[in-house]
């Protein structure tokens, strides 16, 4: 806990970062701080950081545009104080100009690791979608198709994360499976096959209307993950996958006797 001499330190400190520092595009907000006595794992605490970056937003408030480079720095060359100031920034910026900040966290997201990724996720996005489900929830959506490995995995546990949280937008998210089943999705049906094995446990009900709707197709990629999702017995899925077998496609006939399999031995 930060003593309240050190608060008012920190904050005069931070005051005459803004007058003499910022002006002149000296990013090194590090400065503020470096004097601080106390550490944790060799670091500066991060509520030191959050109440330095704090009293920053809270003065540039009304001129939050003009400073793009300076988040920008504050996360490419601030190191882990760097990333922390950098959330903090968003959280409070995000939403009076997402069409300026979105470009400037895919652009990050697109790069980070999954630390850095769970890092925004957790501090920027999540406690919008607590006060919000829209437009937090689609937003999700292009991440789970970016060709960066970490974030596909991280937009799906994400996703899962919101809806555990937020059932009610299971029918969209659904939908918009969905609809993607109609275009290629190559190394990408595992997310598919990851989220809807994770909706299953929230609501049966909504997967198995599915197998209802897509029980007579005949896409290979589309039985591919109906397959892929099934993990335990349940009598309307016997009679759908079984069907499948007898399909003349190798990739669909592969994926459905794996199941059929499967679901004979849960039943046994």
């Given amino acids: 806990?930060?003593?309240?001499?050190?608060?008012?330190?920190?904050?005069?400190?931070?005051?005459?970062?803004?007058?003499?520092?910022?002006?002149?595009?000296?990013?090194?907000?590090?400065?503020?701080f470096n004097w601080y006595p106390e550490r944790v794992n060799g670091r500066i605490p991060h509520e030191v950081i959050q109440l330095v970056t704090k009293v920053i937003a809270q003065k540039i408030g009304k001129y939050h545009e003009q400073y793009l480079p300076f988040y920008q720095y504050l996360w490419d060359k601030k190191g882990e104080s760097g990333k922390v100031a950098f959330t903090v920034m968003m959280s409070r910026f995000f939403t009076k100009k997402t069409t300026l900040y979105l470009p400037l966290i895919e652009k990050i997201l697109n790069k980070a690791d999954k630390q850095e990724i769970c890092l925004i996720f957790e501090k920027v996005f999540f406690p919008l979608y607590k006060k919000q489900t829209e437009p937090y929830l689609a937003m999700v959506y292009p991440w789970l198709e970016s060709s960066h490995e970490p974030l596909r995995r991280q937009s799906a546990a994400y996703l899962l994360k919101m809806l555990k949280l937020k059932p009610e937008g299971i029918p969209q998210v659904l939908k918009h499976l969905q609809n993607r089943w109609a275009y290629p999705l190559n190394e990408k049906v595992q997310i598919h096959i990851t989220i809807l094995k994770a909706i299953w446990k929230i609501d049966a009900k909504a997967i198995l209307n599915i197998y209802r709707e897509f029980g007579t197709t005949r896409d290979p990629q589309t039985v591919e993950i109906l397959c892929g999702i099934i993990t335990d017995y349940h009598p309307e899925l016997l009679p759908i996958v079984e069907n499948w077998t007898h399909s003349g496609n190798a990739r669909l006939k592969k994926a459905a006797t794996a199941a059929h399999k499967l679901l004979l031995k849960k039943k046994a």
């Fill in 1 to 32: 806990m930060i003593t309240l001499d050190w608060k008012e330190r920190l904050t005069k400190d931070t005051m005459d970062y803004l007058e003499h520092k910022l002006p002149k595009q000296d990013y090194d907000f590090d400065i503020i």
